[in-house]
């Protein structure tokens, strides 16, 4: 096995996640105007995002080993050192359910439809990988979509809610308010697509190495799904705008903010959509992340230019729970 280039550790270390959790974590902090948490809520956070990462890929390994499925290179990392990481997995399951205890009970009872997700994901993904992930038998373009659609979406939604949850809680509003919530609404589809994404490049480098579907059935899903996702992608910057748009009622300009940041997150996808022939499976794999954390620096100089905060200012916690009900 040649050596790994040093962009592809993050994730491969599935380190890749818990950045991109917190820094949705961190903007939300500042578009919700939530000044106070619990002090190590982004700690648990990080560690709860790690081991279900990790979890799910050595679930993944381990079943795609017993159905003979072509492994992806986080994959491969993680059959080649299984040991070292079942016991950090371990050790981080009892790290995250030590900072769980000490975290509101409010919120254990708030965020109790998020663990329901995660299960629901980790059902799904089991019952996937029992199906044998490289079972290409079927034809079409659409083949390969459903129970690993279902999985992404699923993935998504956890994704998002799990990371605004512990946000939400502090503006003390109802959980339906945090499930119809625009600027979460529009993350989760954010990540959805993200994960489709992904699961398509990763899917259709295997059936190219295997040699499992004629070229002209390979060319007509590929060009399906860039449409697909093109079209997806579009709609979501669409509404953002519209989002943005109609943001600038508000005293203070962070929704605007955050939905002109998440249109840069999703046009940098559609340029990977667009790309996707020039770059390894891998290469996209990164760079959807990249994709992800893209937002980040165009939220804080908008929030910046805004005067909503002063350069060099992060704001992370607040000294009082007073200012924890955000506008």
């Avoid at 996702?229 to 300009?253: F, K, P, S």
Wanted: hydrophobic share 50%; charged share 15%; net charge neutral.
């Amino acid at each position: 096995m040649g050596r790994r280039p040093l962009w592809i550790w993050p994730n491969l270390l599935s380190l890749d996640a818990p950045i991109i959790a917190l820094v949705w974590f961190w903007m939300y902090k500042q578009v919700w105007l939530v000044k106070y948490h619990q002090p190590t809520l982004p700690w648990f956070l990080a560690l709860t995002v790690w081991c279900i990462y990790v979890a799910d890929r050595l679930m993944d390994e381990r079943m795609m080993s017993h159905t003979g499925g072509r492994l992806t290179a986080r994959h491969v990392f993680h059959r080649q050192f299984r040991k070292p990481l079942w016991i950090a997995l371990v050790g981080g399951g009892f790290g995250a359910l030590s900072l769980l205890a000490i975290q509101s009970r409010g919120l254990h009872v708030y965020g109790l439809p998020v663990l329901l997700i995660v299960m629901a994901y980790f059902v799904v993904s089991y019952y996937e990988n029992n199906r044998s992930s490289d079972d290409f038998s079927g034809r079409g373009p659409l083949n390969g979509m459903g129970s690993s659609t279902i999985k992404n979406v699923i993935a998504g939604l956890g994704f998002a809610y799990g990371v605004s949850v512990g946000v939400h809680f502090r503006r003390e509003r109802p959980f339906w308010d945090l499930v119809l919530s625009p600027e979460v609404v529009v993350f989760a589809v954010l990540c959805i697509i993200n994960m489709v994404a992904i699961d398509h490049w990763e899917t259709s480098t295997r059936r190219k190495i295997a040699e499992d579907e004629p070229v002209g059935q390979e060319e007509e899903s590929v060009n399906f799904f860039r449409s697909l996702l093109l079209g997806l992608l579009l709609a979501l910057i669409g509404c953002c705008y519209l989002l943005a748009v109609r943001a600038e009622d508000y005293t203070l300009q962070t929704h605007k903010a955050f939905y002109l940041s998440l249109m840069v997150g999703a046009g940098g996808l559609a340029f990977l959509v667009l790309l996707r022939d020039r770059l390894s499976s891998s290469a996209l794999r990164v760079l959807a992340d990249v994709a992800m954390l893209l937002p980040l620096p165009f939220f804080y100089f908008y929030l910046v230019d805004y005067g909503i905060i002063d350069f060099g200012q992060l704001s992370w916690n607040g000294s009082t729970p007073d200012s924890s009900t955000g506008g």
